[in-house]
């Protein structure tokens, strides 16, 4: 009798550790899961325009007068990722010194990846060291110009953003949002579709959208405090729809936050 009930009461322990024992299983797989719900969508209108219209009229920026400079240097500017879904034709950049148009208006290029350039010949002379210069991108999209300014000094016959990137943050400064982050987004190794370059991401707060951008290459996101939550969407061109996960982003300041998706 009383060896039948010591097993009994080791058989009903072990039945409870084991129920238990799954529970908590159930509940770290759960946790760990981003969990992506489906659904097929057209290519989405994720934009953030709304936080950057202006009412900027066209500029009329004059090319300066050769003939009054003595030398010139090159830069290759390439738009800041965010802002190439506003591009058009109808773009254009230049740089200021002072009050002094220093280069002609240059407008857009498109490379075979999809990045949007601007090629700009920099008038100057010998005693233009430690001067204020601006670079000044037109949205006409946006209706804005967006203006970047720092303490340089010219360099003759140089050439600057095409052995390496030149990406101006023009979008520091210019929203309503305080806080201004950045977040670089990966995949899980075999997701469940071949990746595009057609593929975005983009976060959301409710229904605003504080961030668009494209995979493996960081992009800002615009927030009104830090460590704020964020919903991350993913839009996959092979699938012909949308990702939307329900494990929410804390988005930190001052850093690049990471994330890697969980389908």
């Given at each position: 009798?009383?060896?039948?009930?010591?097993?009994?009461?080791?058989?009903?322990?072990?039945?409870?550790?084991?129920?238990?024992?799954?529970?908590?299983?159930?509940?770290?797989?759960?946790?760990?899961?981003?969990?992506?719900?489906?659904?097929?969508?057209?290519?989405?209108?994720?934009?953030?325009?709304?936080?950057?219209?202006?009412?900027?009229?066209?500029?009329?920026?004059?090319?300066?007068?050769?003939?009054?400079?003595?030398?010139?240097?090159?830069?290759?500017?390439?738009?800041?990722?965010?802002?190439?879904?506003?591009?058009?034709?109808?773009?254009?950049?230049?740089?200021?010194?002072?009050?002094?148009?220093?280069?002609?208006?240059?407008?857009?290029?498109?490379?075979?990846?999809?990045?949007?350039?601007?090629?700009?010949?920099?008038?100057?002379?010998?005693?233009?060291?430690?001067?204020?210069?601006?670079?000044?991108?037109?949205?006409?999209?946006?209706?804005?110009?967006?203006?970047?300014?720092?303490?340089?000094?010219?360099?003759?016959?140089?050439?600057?953003?095409?052995?390496?990137?030149f990406e101006p943050q023009f979008l520091n400064g210019a929203t309503k949002y305080p806080i201004i982050s950045y977040?670089?987004?990966?995949?899980?190794?075999?997701?469940?579709?071949?990746?595009?370059?057609?593929?975005?991401?983009?976060?959301?707060?409710?229904?605003?959208?504080?961030?668009?951008?494209?995979?493996?290459?960081?992009?800002?996101?615009?927030?009104?405090?830090?460590?704020?939550?964020?919903?991350?969407?993913?839009?996959?061109?092979?699938?012909?729809?949308?990702?939307?996960?329900?494990?929410?982003?804390?988005?930190?300041?001052?850093?690049?936050?990471?994330?890697?998706?969980?389908?």
């Amino acid at each position: 009798m009383n060896t039948t009930y010591i097993t009994r009461g080791v058989w009903k322990s072990l039945v409870l550790f084991l129920m238990f024992a799954f529970a908590g299983c159930s509940t770290m797989e759960e946790d760990n899961n981003d969990g992506a719900t489906f659904a097929t969508s057209a290519y989405p209108e994720w934009n953030i325009n709304q936080l950057l219209m202006g009412n900027d009229p066209v500029p009329n920026w004059i090319a300066p007068d050769p003939s009054n400079y003595e030398s010139s240097m090159f830069i290759m500017v390439q738009l800041q990722e965010e802002l190439v879904r506003y591009s058009t034709d109808a773009d254009c950049m230049t740089v200021f010194i002072g009050n002094e148009c220093r280069a002609t208006p240059s407008t857009r290029n498109v490379s075979k990846s999809g990045n949007i350039y601007f090629v700009l010949k920099i008038r100057g002379n010998n005693e233009d060291r430690n001067v204020n210069f601006s670079l000044r991108y037109y949205c006409a999209k946006l209706h804005k110009i967006f203006t970047l300014t720092g303490n340089e000094s010219f360099a003759t016959e140089r050439t600057y953003g095409v052995d390496e990137e030149f990406e101006p943050q023009f979008l520091n400064g210019a929203t309503k949002y305080p806080i201004i982050s950045y977040l670089d987004v990966t995949l899980q190794d075999n997701p469940p579709f071949t990746p595009s370059i057609e593929d975005e991401v983009a976060v959301f707060v409710g229904d605003e959208c504080r961030g668009t951008g494209r995979l493996g290459k960081k992009f800002s996101v615009l927030s009104n405090t830090d460590g704020e939550n964020m919903q991350v969407r993913y839009y996959s061109k092979e699938k012909n729809g949308v990702y939307t996960f329900n494990k929410p982003v804390v988005i930190n300041k001052n850093t690049t936050n990471k994330v890697t998706l969980t389908f």
